[in-house]
């Protein structure tokens, strides 16, 4: 079974940061493009940001300029740096990975719950 492992969730005030990381099994890693979701209760899953295997990246309008994702090739880790947190921002984040570069789903984390309090 494929496992995604998150990190880094938290509780947060408003105009905050968090840094979130997911590690990825390396066959996964390396040939899949990996994303971030968020779901908040009664909503439905949205993607946050993207990043291809080459590196170019794709984000949320909402979150273009606050949030940026990254990938260390060498650990087989992937970032999300969440800066100028608003309370809209919480809920639980998963890390995905998958061919389709619209919405990776393939593989899935557990998920990590970000809260931003006002």
């Known amino acids: 079974q494929v496992q995604l492992v998150e990190s880094g969730g938290g509780l947060v005030q408003a105009g905050g940061s968090l840094r979130l990381s997911c590690v990825a099994p390396r066959n996964i890693f390396s040939i899949y493009h990996m994303a971030w979701y968020r779901q908040a209760p009664g909503e439905q899953r949205e993607l946050v940001a993207v990043i291809g295997r080459g590196g170019n990246t794709n984000y949320a309008d909402s979150r273009k300029g606050r949030f940026t994702i990254s990938r260390d090739n060498a650990n087989n880790t992937v970032y999300l740096q969440m800066n100028s947190l608003k309370p809209e921002d919480t809920g639980v984040y998963y890390c995905?990975?998958?061919?389709?570069?619209?919405?990776?789903?393939?593989?899935w984390g557990q998920g990590t719950q970000v809260t931003v309090s006002v």
């Open positions: 995905a990975a998958g061919f389709r570069w619209s919405a990776p789903g393939d593989y």
